[in-house]
Every structure is written in C-alpha cells, then in structure tokens.
C-alpha cells in the first residue's frame, strides 16, 4: 500500500522537524524516525485507528505529541496532517475538500 501527505501535510511535517532539530540536534531526526514509524504503522493496519473525524482516522506518535491525521482513499493512504496535539484539532479539516 502506498501513502502520500498533501501539500500543506508536507509542509508542517518539514516545519516540525526544522523546529525540533533547532531545540537539540538529532532530535528533529527522532522526530522524523517517530512519524514514519507511525506511517509504517498505518501502512501495515489502516483500519486499526478509531475514525477521528467522518472520513478520516488519527494515529498518535508514541513520543512526541503530535498525531497522524490520515484517510485511506481506495489502495492508498492520504495523510492529511501532522497534527500538534496541543493545537486546535479542526484546522487541518478546510484539507478535506
């Protein structure tokens, strides 16, 4: 199964890694190594994570507090955000057209 993040997705996942690499480094590294272990996750069990919103599902990271926000459309994986926990939990759905 493949997965693919949308723009924006993308572009917070690049954010988020920059912000912790500049805390310490290597840790923007971990911070990478954490979120596509939680893809791998997803890949492997799509179904395996309650619906978080009515077309999409959430897996939490098991270090940092962030979330995958992902939706499995036909054989694929659309990962929508890269959701900051702590941070208003609708804003990534204006994504979902």
Avoid: T
């Amino acid at each position: 199964m493949n997965y693919l993040f949308l723009d924006e997705a993308e572009s917070e996942f690049i954010e988020h890694v920059a912000f912790y690499e500049e805390e310490r480094n290597g840790l923007g590294l971990e911070f990478a190594r954490d979120v596509l272990a939680a893809i791998d996750r997803i890949v492997s069990f799509p179904s395996a994570w309650s619906p978080y919103s009515n077309r999409c599902r959430r897996c939490l990271l098991k270090r940092f507090p962030f979330g995958i926000v992902y939706r499995l459309i036909g054989e694929e994986i659309v990962i929508f955000a890269v959701m900051q926990l702590n941070r208003d939990p609708d804003y990534w759905k204006r994504r979902l057209k």
